[in-house]
């Protein structure tokens, strides 16, 4: 797409998202909730996808890593020991003296409130945990926090599951899961909210190794969406100087994208370091290490972790997959002069795999056999029956949504047992035999 396409990309995302049920706004009734955001039930699909080739990935193709799902609400002295609750975990904050508006420090420039160009005044430290209070009681000892990133609860099982499930270093721990920051300036859609969702994996390794395992987590989550089908060209690695480094971390780098508002990071692959055992260890006085049976040796392991967003991923695969084509491609006349949209995902990301369609709906021997069809298919892959409106309009619909392959049942198919099977990408339409449907679209999907 142009570079002066790209404002209105966003817009048209945003409008595609809510019209075709993939992100609605949250609470909308109610005049909506700031930067908070429902999926629809494409969305749903979408993510959850999302997420299946992330923990495929993780649990299936790499060596010796194990799932786990911990707790949002955990103890509160975890946050004191990550280092979340003192000033590492805040942003520098800027309010407007005039309509007190906040902005986070880097990202105003000069001393100008961009709201009402009113006078900004001198920044201060503004942490990002959301507080709670657990129990029926609102007072100090009550308080508690929202987690602020997954990987906490996998460093608090860290003994539990090496002993558990007998694991040796180097081995990972994956979980995906709800975090919470309260961002001073959320927006871009899903790309910045308060509350999200992350894909973290947390590799437990001998500190001898570190820069090994680095340089290899980076290469295989670059490889990760590539492989997935995000444009080469979208995709580049930012290595974080000194200053930008977390608090926690030694190295990173940022995989980033190249959205419409400029390339901003997706996903950070951070040398952790011995912070998060040892410093757990020394604040709950519980010892965090690892015996090498070989050498005899004890020490604390270093962590190499890989921490994805699940939302802003969705929002790459939205905005990397969707083109528009200037008429005619689904060769119906009105079409011919209207833009046709089509969501080129991956077929493993796709909501949904296939439809199937009677050429008529007023046909009884074509309706009966698309119906028998759809319900052969949907055993195996998640399809959509539809006989509303003509064959092109159908098409354009699954099109918009990013259906991979359409099936239609046209007059042929009772005769000779074949339908036509569609090709979102290159249109081309084969005929195929009823019975060979599924070992087909199994082909061509690669799920
Ligand atoms: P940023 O610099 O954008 O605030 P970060 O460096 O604080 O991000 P990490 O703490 O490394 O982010 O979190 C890892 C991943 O979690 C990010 O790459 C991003 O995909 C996701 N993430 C972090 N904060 C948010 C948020 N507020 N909304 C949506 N996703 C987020």
């Excluded at 048209?12 to 700031?34: D, H, Q, T, V």
């Excluded at 046709?340 to 309706?367: C, D, G, H, Q, R």
């Amino acid at each position: 797409m142009k570079e002066e396409n790209q404002n209105d990309l966003m817009d048209k995302i945003i409008s595609l998202a809510k019209r075709r049920g993939f992100i609605f706004p949250s609470s909308e009734i109610y005049g909506g909730f700031s930067s908070s955001y429902d999926y629809g039930p494409l969305g749903t699909e979408l993510k959850y996808n999302i997420k299946n080739e992330w923990r495929k990935e993780m649990l299936q193709f790499q060596d010796n890593i194990v799932g786990l799902d911990t707790a949002i609400l955990m103890s509160p002295k975890v946050w004191q020991a990550s280092g979340h609750l003192s000033a590492g975990f805040s942003d520098l904050l800027v309010e407007c003296s005039k309509c007190h508006h906040r902005f986070r420090d880097d990202m105003v420039s000069g001393n100008k409130c961009p709201d009402c160009n009113g006078e900004l005044m001198s920044a201060r430290k503004f942490n990002l945990m959301m507080k709670t209070f657990v129990g029926p009681v609102e007072d100090d000892a009550s308080v508690t926090y929202l987690r602020a990133e997954t990987c906490q609860g996998i460093y608090l099982n860290y003994e539990n599951v090496l002993n558990s499930m007998r694991l040796k270093i180097p081995f990972g721990i994956a979980q995906i899961g709800k975090s919470f920051r309260n961002e001073i300036n959320p927006g871009n859609f899903i790309y910045r909210m308060r509350e999200f969702e992350q894909m973290e994996m947390q590799f437990f390794i001998n500190p001898n190794e570190s820069d090994k395992w680095f340089d290899y987590w980076v290469e295989q989550r670059l490889n990760w969406y590539i492989k997935l089908g995000i444009k080469k060209e979208n995709l580049r690695l930012h290595q974080q100087t000194k200053e930008e480094l977390a608090h926690y971390a030694r190295a990173a780098y940022d995989i980033e994208y190249k959205f419409p508002f400029g390339w901003k990071e997706i996903e950070g692959i951070h040398n952790r370091g011995d912070w998060d055992l040892s410093n757990h260890s020394k604040y709950s006085g519980h010892e965090l290490n690892y015996f090498d049976e070989k050498t005899k040796t004890k020490f604390t392991p270093h962590i190499i972790e890989t921490s994805a967003g699940a939302d802003r991923s969705v929002l790459v695969f939205l905005l990397d997959a969707y083109e528009e084509i200037k008429g005619g491609r689904t060769q119906t006349t009105k079409a011919t002069k209207e833009i046709e949209t089509v969501l080129k995902f991956n077929s493993k990301i796709a909501p949904v795999k296939a439809a199937v369609f009677p050429l008529m709906k007023n046909k009884e021997p074509l309706v009966k056999l698309a119906k028998q069809i759809y319900q052969n298919l949907k055993k195996n892959f998640l399809v959509q029956y539809d006989e509303i409106d003509s064959i092109g309009r159908r098409y354009r619909r699954q099109d918009e949504i990013g259906t991979p392959y359409c099936i239609t049942v046209d007059f042929q198919s009772v005769e000779d047992k074949t339908v036509t099977v569609r090709d979102r990408d290159t249109l081309i339409q084969k005929r195929i035999a009823i019975n060979n449907l599924v070992d087909y679209l199994n082909q061509q999907l690669e799920l």
